[in-house]
């Protein structure tokens, strides 16, 4: 007897799970009838939403993308800007050696000093319009070399009085043109 109450209890249970089952599938249709109505305009009011997105994102990510090439376009105008003169003032490093070089010689003559004075007040003249462009004569001499500003093209035994890795002499000027090494200068080092 217990077991046919067990049995009984089952089969009312599951009949109660399947009218359940029924009613919610009654009801369903009716659910999926009135969403068939509006589904067909929410699917168009949802596919154009999903494309007004779509292209409110590749309208944004164009105008970033012209904004960073503007930005690089004038960070690369400022820098052409900022060393327009390097390629004149390259040029004229070598006239300038050649003029201190004849700077260098002595004269005794009148004619000769006369001739000396002219090139000494070329040679200032371009130095002075070098510097009022920017592109200074760096100052090595007694210096601690640095290999970003100087070119070592021979060491010598360090004197007394003197620093290891000290510019002892200069053979050839060095020029800066703002922050940039136009010519690293040619020195000796004590080492």
Do not use: C, W
């Not at 779509?54 to 690369?76: F, G, H, P, V, W």
């Not at 004075?117 to 001499?141: C, Q």
Request: aromatic residues 4%; glycine residues 2%.
């Amino acid at each position: 007897m217990a077991d046919e109450k067990k049995m009984n209890e089952k089969a009312e249970a599951k009949e109660q799970e399947d009218a359940t089952a029924k009613s919610s599938e009654q009801e369903d249709p009716k659910q999926d009838a009135s969403e068939e109505k509006v589904d067909p305009q929410q699917a168009k009011i949802d596919e154009l939403s999903k494309k007004l997105e779509e292209s409110e994102d590749k309208y944004l990510r164009a105008q970033a993308e012209i904004a960073n090439t503007q930005n690089r376009y004038q960070k690369e105008q400022e820098r052409l800007l900022k060393y327009k003169g390097q390629d004149i003032a390259k040029a004229i490093l070598p006239a300038v050696d050649n003029l201190n070089r004849a700077l260098d010689i002595e004269v005794e003559d009148e004619n000769s000093q006369q001739l000396k004075k002219g090139v000494e007040m070329v040679a200032n003249d371009i130095e002075s319009a070098l510097s009022n462009n920017d592109v200074v004569k760096m100052d090595a001499l007694n210096k601690k070399f640095d290999p970003n500003f100087h070119q070592a093209v021979k060491t010598v035994p360090v004197e007394k009085g003197q620093e290891s890795d000290t510019i002892v002499e200069v053979y050839q000027e060095g020029y800066m043109l703002k922050d940039r090494v136009l010519r690293p200068a040619m020195v000796v080092v004590a080492q």
